[in-house]
């Protein structure tokens, strides 16, 4: 039935051709960012916060025009090392010392 439509109205075949591109892409961009976006939790049991387990050097986003910006960051440390580390290791320590003392002088509780 629709191709002997096209068939009778052949101006029509772009358009046929452009709906459909968009209905097939926007699926599978869909499906994509279901299957792939460390944001979205599908699954009610396991991690909880997928998000906090991102590698420093994974590019998480659809497009990247700065590929070298993740490939420079293999290797490195992650940041929050600093404050998620209980073990009294040395940044970490020293992280915990600059917060308290930042709390101690008391910066941004100024009474006037």
């Known amino acids: 039935m629709p191709a002997r ?5 052949p101006a029509l075949a772009p358009l046929f051709a ?3 591109f968009a ?6 961009f ?3 960012i279901l299957k792939n976006d460390p944001t979205v939790v599908l699954k009610k049991e396991g991690e909880q916060d997928p998000w906090n387990q991102v590698r420093q050097d994974r590019n998480t ?3 990247s025009p700065n590929a070298s910006f993740w490939q420079e960051r293999v290797g490195l440390p992650d940041p929050r090392a600093a404050f998620l580390s209980n073990d009294g290791s040395s940044a970490a320590q020293k992280a915990k010392d600059k917060v308290k003392e930042i709390k101690a002088r008391g910066v941004g509780n100024r009474e006037h």
């Open 5 to 9: 439509f096209v068939a009778q109205n």
């Open 18 to 20: 452009a709906v459909g």
């Open 23 to 28: 209905i097939v892409g926007s699926g599978w």
């Open 30 to 32: 869909a499906f994509n």
């Open 61 to 63: 986003k659809f497009y």
